[in-house]
């Protein structure tokens, strides 16, 4: 069965880091497209960043040289690295599969809310 | 990468049909067929219901449909259920290599 986990989230202060740690289970991260997607409180879902199973990686213009999208194939995990956080990061973090044959979002972790205030 | 456009809201009546627009450009829309669509419910995560705009994944009622037109998919669901409640987003694969969301509809069963 595949599972999403995802972890780290908090309150941070405005100008500083947080790492998310999303672990997968019943499939190999490394195999696969990972994605993370968040949403504001009340917001709809804004896409943030993948990385591709070769290793390349895309961001949203809104966190581009901010975030940094990673992965840890010996613990099979997906992270985020997010750094100079800003009020607006404030959002439910979601950790997502991406099924590379259609390139939609398959299967969803339950997120971790990342809380940017002073 | 600006938002795909939505209906705020859309409502109907158990056993009725709605349907859900989603607009975007020849970037991405209009440039693949990789158009998906999700379900969510309060505090939970979002559910695939369609995906390449017209699939549906195992499990998902016969009752959920997609369809596309040039830079404008829509999601139908027939037969409406009070458990369809529920805000619906679509989102689309960029010919950027990115993704983009729409701003979400909330659907009331009325």
């Known amino acids: 069965e595949v599972q999403l986990v995802e972890s780290g989230g908090g309150l941070i202060q405005p100008g500083g880091s947080l790492r998310l740690s999303c672990a997968a289970s019943?499939?190999?991260?490394?195999?696969?497209?990972m994605s993370w997607v968040r949403q504001a409180p009340g917001k709809g879902l804004e896409w943030v960043s993948v990385?591709?199973?070769?290793?390349?990686?895309y961001y949203a213009d809104s966190v581009r040289g901010r975030f940094t999208i990673s992965r840890d194939s010996s613990k099979n995990t997906l992270y985020l690295q997010m750094n100079s956080l800003r009020a607006e990061d404030t959002a439910v973090y979601y950790c997502?599969?991406?099924?590379?044959?259609?390139?939609?979002?398959?299967?969803w972790g339950q997120g971790t809310l990342v809380t940017v205030s002073s | 990468q600006s938002a795909l456009t939505q209906p705020a809201s859309v409502s109907g009546s158990p056993g009725q049909s709605i349907t859900i627009s989603c607009t975007g450009t020849?970037?991405?829309?209009?440039?693949?067929?990789?158009v998906s669509w999700y379900q969510q419910h309060p505090g939970e995560a979002p559910k695939l219901m369609i995906y390449?705009?017209?699939k549906r994944p195992s499990g998902v009622s016969n009752r959920f449909s997609g369809s596309k037109s040039g830079n404008t998919a829509s999601l139908t669901i027939s037969g409406l259920q009070a458990e369809d409640e529920a805000d619906y987003y679509c989102?689309?694969?960029?010919?950027?290599?990115?993704?983009?969301f729409g701003g979400g509809t909330k659907l009331t069963v009325l």
């Open positions: 997502a599969r991406v099924y590379s044959d259609y390139l939609n979002f398959d299967y």
């Open positions: 019943g499939f190999t991260v490394n195999s696969n497209y």
């Open positions: 990385i591709y199973s070769g290793g390349g990686t």
């Open positions: 020849s970037s991405d829309v209009g440039y693949y067929n990789y």
């Open positions: 390449d705009f017209s």
């Open positions: 989102s689309s694969y960029t010919s950027s290599s990115t993704w983009v």
